[in-house]
């Protein structure tokens, strides 16, 4: 319950200081920077380094891909069917597509299920929604606007992203074993992701201009809140017939809210960009809700 008291206060934190207008307006780039260079690396190694390995991550790290596959197959036939411009399909994919699983992910995770299983949220996040948002995510806002992309520039992209260059550290470092006071230096730089993760995302929220957008909206947040996450469970847990807790956090992480990092790729590419905001702002605090439910589900049915 204190973690759940944490992320609302944050939020709010986040809400308020953009009311009050006492930090500026790039204040979000300062903590999301913050974030990426130091709080998400502390993490990945720690939680990588003594994460138990074995088949069901596999389903963790696929988890995104399947995700994203399926949004772009129903978005870009119902693109065609309901006459959709380019710009609100591709920001449907793009956003709806990728689920929140390391800012809002991450936090949940700690929140519902501990600390010690922050290290299935990073493996779906960094080999699930990093890597597609950084593959198959910049080859949709390119095919669904007018700019190009190199297959260099997103493996630049990818090599020099700071959490998946402490993944492969991480990696690398599994055999050798980790001085306390190292330790205790990764877990004092990682504890800094949860407040400041909800305070920027606060900090982002926007809520005008819901009307223009409230089908596409409403669309994209049913997909990526639950029709999403119940295409994962059907498959891994009824089809395939895989059980446990990594399992449990894999479709937990599934029902995340729709991604930030997405969210600003799309309007980059001018892909509908008050959609977009719509679908990230309303999508986290709504997803605080049917989060909720999804747990209360997965205790019982997985």
Not at 84 to 101: K, M, P, Q, S
Not at 111 to 136: N, R
């Amino acid at each position: 319950m204190t973690n759940i008291i944490l992320l609302a206060i944050c939020l709010l934190a986040g809400l308020g200081l953009k009311k009050t207008g006492r930090f500026p307006a790039a204040t979000p780039a300062a903590l999301n920077g913050f974030i990426i260079h130091i709080s998400l690396p502390a993490l990945t190694i720690l939680y990588i380094h003594d994460l138990t390995i074995d088949s069901s991550l596999l389903l963790t790290a696929g988890m995104a891909w399947l995700l994203f596959g399926c949004a772009w197959l129903i978005f870009g036939v119902a693109g065609k069917l309901f006459k959709l411009d380019r710009e609100t399909t591709g920001a449907l994919i793009l956003v709806a597509g990728l689920g929140n699983t390391s800012f809002v992910g991450l936090p949940m995770i700690e929140a519902y299920y501990g600390k010690e299983f922050l290290g299935i949220g990073i493996i779906a996040d960094q080999l699930g929604s990093f890597m597609v948002l950084s593959t198959l995510g910049i080859l949709a806002a390119t095919l669904y606007s007018s700019g190009n992309v190199t297959p260099r520039q997103m493996a630049r992209k990818i090599l020099l992203f700071p959490p998946f260059q402490a993944l492969i550290l991480a990696l690398l470092l599994r055999p050798l074993p980790f001085p306390e006071w190292s330790v205790q230096i990764l877990q004092k730089l990682g504890s800094t992701l949860t407040p400041l993760a909800l305070v920027s995302v606060g900090f982002q929220l926007q809520f005008g201009g819901m009307r223009q957008v409230l089908m596409p909206l409403a669309s994209g947040l049913t997909y990526k809140l639950l029709l999403g996450p119940a295409l994962i469970f059907l498959l891994y847990s009824s089809i395939i017939g895989a059980t446990g807790t990594a399992v449990q956090i894999t479709i937990f992480e599934a029902a995340m809210a729709p991604m930030i990092t997405a969210g600003i790729i799309a309007i980059d590419h001018d892909l509908r960009p008050q959609l977009v905001g719509m679908l990230v702002g309303i999508g986290i605090p709504l997803s605080f809700i049917t989060l909720h439910i999804w747990h209360l589900f997965l205790m019982r049915m997985v």
